[in-house]
């Protein structure tokens, strides 16, 4: 199993429309969760932390299941300025630790 | 200057080449990283600093030398690469904690390198 694992994509979706992204990782001693964005030919930048209750920042909304080992994000009313590749990321173990990438989820919001 | 900065944002070398990648954090972080991101494959981690020591190194080949002579400063000093080795390079920086939980990456912009 991939340390983190995302929807394949590319997402087309029209504009106003809500989307949701899947993540699943492997190591159930991950303390740490996020969701980051990527713009073509830009470094990623973040989105947002997911913690365990939920949390929401405007039209963005992210879920974790620690039991499942799967953290969601909900994109509501997409803009066409939300067209990016969203990456999951998840951390690695206690201690000192790195950041794990998935591969990333292409959007693309259409007038 | 803010952030994380990377110089040169480009660059094209010839396999014999030696040349050296530049990140600057003006965040105070305590942790620098270098990443490869190839197309279509994730985000692969190479080198890791705290504290200005290196504290992994994910099997990356020689021709690859990291260097970091305080916390505010990375290098990736680059010989005789293979032109699989063209991709995008980001260094990013963090606030390593001792309870392991610590906080998200800020990243630079990258330096897209294209070996010839």
């Known amino acids: 199993r991939k340390e983190v694992e995302q929807d394949p994509g590319p997402f087309n979706v029209p504009e106003g429309a809500t989307v949701a992204f899947n993540c699943t990782y492997s190591n159930s001693a991950s303390q740490s969760f996020f969701w980051y964005r990527q713009d073509c030919r830009k470094e990623p930048k973040l989105l947002m932390s997911v913690y365990s209750s939920g949390n929401e920042d405007g039209r963005f909304t992210a879920q974790l299941n620690r039991a499942s080992q799967y953290i969601s994000l909900l994109i509501r009313d997409s803009k066409l300025s939300d067209s990016a590749t969203y990456l999951c990321v998840v951390n690695g173990a206690i201690g000192y630790s790195t950041l794990t990438f998935g591969k990333g989820t292409m959007l693309l919001v259409s007038p | 200057e803010t952030g994380v900065t990377q110089t040169p944002r480009h660059l094209v070398m010839g396999m014999t080449n030696k040349k050296s990648l530049k990140c600057e954090q003006h965040?105070?972080?305590?942790?620098m990283y270098w990443y490869k991101q190839s197309a279509k494959k994730p985000l692969e981690l190479m080198f890791v600093?705290?504290?200005?020591?290196?504290?992994e190194n994910n099997s990356v080949p020689s021709r690859f030398s990291p260097e970091c002579p305080n916390s505010s400063h990375l290098f990736l000093h680059l010989h005789t690469l293979q032109p699989e080795d063209s991709a995008l390079y980001l260094c990013?920086?963090?606030?390593?904690?001792?309870?392991?939980?610590?906080?998200?990456?800020?990243f630079g912009s990258g330096t897209r390198l294209t070996v010839v």
């Open positions: 965040l105070g972080h305590n942790a």
């Open positions: 600093y705290s504290l200005e020591e290196r504290v």
């Open positions: 990013a920086s963090s606030q390593m904690t001792g309870g392991g939980v610590f906080g998200s990456y800020t």
